[in-house]
């Protein structure tokens, strides 16, 4: 197993010196930046050869995936430039979550809808495997989105798209918030392919020794179903970077 964090690539020195793997950085401030600001973020991974594997944050709020105006040229052009930039970093995996950007508006025919987000998740999964990279369909909480709400609804969407280098993502503050069995995640049988990890509360901290209780039925259900790749810290890093990943070691301890 493999753990990282959901951090600035600036913080990769604090990382490494803590032991960690790799980092996770935002898919869409890859694809936005500046030529000298890549340079530099590439420079970094180089110099201290720690590597962003994974990424989050794949589109913007204001980029249409379902609804009106949905432009796939503007999509596939996002995620072109963002998995060249990813593959030169080490990149292997990119969360698609943007649940603004997913939500289907009101009024919105939901079949519809449900069909231009597969086929958004299909021409990513074409630019991933095309520098040898995947996605993963992240299912977020009600109040982010209305469209795939549970691990069990992600990994039926995922079917659906049938594509091979689209699979589902864990992230098990949602699965707290959603309410949600971990008996999709224990069946899932390989079609997991990365975890995000916070505790099982509102705040959405990095988990600490005080949380280590909660996180030992999410370690088993992992256990259980065999993954074994990555799984990156995503939530408030209280009260300080340093601090949060310091103090969830005890946990990752549960999920070796």
């Not at 898919?27 to 991974?45: A, H, P, W």
């Not at 201290?48 to 989050?56: A, L």
């Not at 105006?69 to 060249?84: E, P, S, T």
């Not at 209305?146 to 864990?170: D, M, P």
Request: glycine letters at 8%; proline letters at 4%.
């Amino acid at each position: 197993m493999l753990f990282g964090a959901c951090n600035p690539y600036t913080n990769i020195p604090l990382l490494k010196e803590n032991g960690y793997d790799y980092i996770e950085i935002a898919f869409v401030t890859l694809v936005g930046m500046s030529d000298d600001e890549f340079k530099d973020c590439f420079k970094t991974v180089e110099k201290h050869e720690f590597f962003v594997q994974s990424f989050n944050g794949f589109f913007p709020g204001d980029m249409n995936l379902v609804g009106e105006n949905v432009d796939f040229k503007v999509i596939r052009d996002h995620a072109r430039r963002g998995f060249a930039r990813a593959f030169e970093l080490g990149g292997k995996v990119a969360v698609v979550g943007s649940g603004k950007a997913r939500n289907i508006p009101e009024g919105f025919n939901r079949k519809t809808a449900e069909e231009q987000f597969a086929e958004t998740l299909k021409i990513c999964g074409e630019e991933a495997g095309n520098v040898g990279m995947e996605i993963v369909i992240e299912p977020l909480q009600s109040i982010e989105t209305n469209l795939i709400n549970t691990v069990e609804e992600g990994l039926e969407f995922a079917k659906r798209v049938n594509h091979e280098k689209v699979s589902c993502l864990v992230d098990f503050f949602h699965v707290f918030k959603s309410g949600e069995s971990l008996d999709a995640i224990e069946n899932s049988c390989g079609n997991i392919r990365h975890v995000h990890l916070a505790r099982a509360n509102q705040d959405r901290r990095i988990p600490d020794i005080n949380d280590i209780d909660a996180c030992k039925p999410w370690a088993a259900a992992l256990k259980k179903c065999g993954y074994d790749l990555r799984i990156s810290l995503e939530g408030a890093f209280y009260p300080d970077v340093e601090t949060a990943i310091k103090g969830v070691k005890p946990i990752l301890d549960l999920f070796r």
